[in-house]
């Protein structure tokens, strides 16, 4: 197999330029539980407020099939309750991480799992934590609105004629 010989020819008249342009996400850090945990949201991802709306769906659909089965079931035998409600318990985890990261469930509980680390929290917890996050994803989706229109007058700004600022123009 023959080698292959790199050469490098540098032209002093080249130049390199290296252009960054930043992005304008807005990231709010939503401090969960008890401690120093947070779950991070951004008010410029345009599926958090769809995300966040089906997850309550899902929670209350949850919520009624539980109250469903007890209803159906009468005296359900106690093994088999156990085992709906840890059911229960896990589907609301999985919601609950699917529309703010893996782990956020864990963050939420954190002061409960350090005292009992195979802690499991009741559909009870979650609707509770779901209640909380409501005025949050509210506030963030307003702010976001605000700020939207601040941007658009201050770009439409740029494009409007500018002849009405000259002196003793009409």
Known sequence: MAEIEEVKIENENTKTEEIRIDN?????KVYVGGGDDFIVISGNDISILDRFMAAGDELTALAEEME???SESGEMDYKKEIEERKYFSE???AIMDGVFGEGTTRKFFGDVYAVIPNFQPDLECFLDFWDKLIPVIERLSEHKIKLEKLASKQ???KYQPQDHKRKGAK
């Not at 304008?24 to 709010?28: G, H, I, P």
């Open 91 to 93: 589907k609301a985890t």
């Open 68 to 70: 469903k089965k007890e």
């Open 155 to 157: 770009r439409m700004a």
């Open 24 to 28: 304008r996400v807005t990231l709010t």
